[in-house]
């Protein structure tokens, strides 16, 4: 389980950065149950120097029910410090795209207005991270039958939470 997950992780987070989504902090949160805390180690050998994992403390309140959230579930912030999804089972399997597409939406909206987090080249990253996903929509498009042919405008459409 460690490696799948750690493994899936790091991929994500290199595909994000070659992308150009850089100075995204990633800290995994390991569960204050017994069984997790005598696996920390593994935990924390199973991810690259990249990712933190914070071990909780068996005495302090637990940080998943702070949270409102579970063990399995992803908490992606903005750069500004706001909660813009918590995705739980089976959203946060990484075998799935909801994660990668909620962090690049957190990336790319610019709801704070401008600060000193700003990447410099958002604009241009995050357009051409749009422009991909809608290429992406149009391969998948059905093509219509018959003699009449009919252009669909496809749009992405972002729920917010």
Not at 121 to 145: F, H, R, S
Request: net charge negative.
């Amino acid at each position: 389980v460690f490696f799948t997950f750690s493994t899936r992780l790091e991929d994500l987070r290199v595909t994000l950065e070659n992308e150009g989504l850089v100075n995204i902090s990633y800290v995994v949160v390991n569960h204050q149950g017994t069984y997790s805390q005598r696996k920390f180690h593994l935990l924390k050998e199973s991810v690259s120097d990249y990712i933190t994992v914070y071990q909780q403390d068996e005495h302090q309140d637990d940080v998943w029910t702070i949270l409102n959230g579970n063990k399995d579930d992803f908490l992606i912030y903005d750069r500004c410090g706001r909660l813009v999804y918590h995705l739980g089972l089976p959203y946060s399997f990484l075998s799935f795209q909801y994660v990668e597409e909620a962090i690049k939406i957190a990336y790319c909206e610019n709801k704070c207005g401008n600060c000193s987090y700003m990447e410099p080249d958002i604009d241009g990253i995050c357009e051409n991270i749009t422009k991909k996903a809608d290429e992406k929509l149009a391969e998948v498009e059905p093509k219509p039958a018959g003699q009449h042919s009919h252009h669909h405008n496809l749009h992405r459409h972002r729920q917010h939470h």
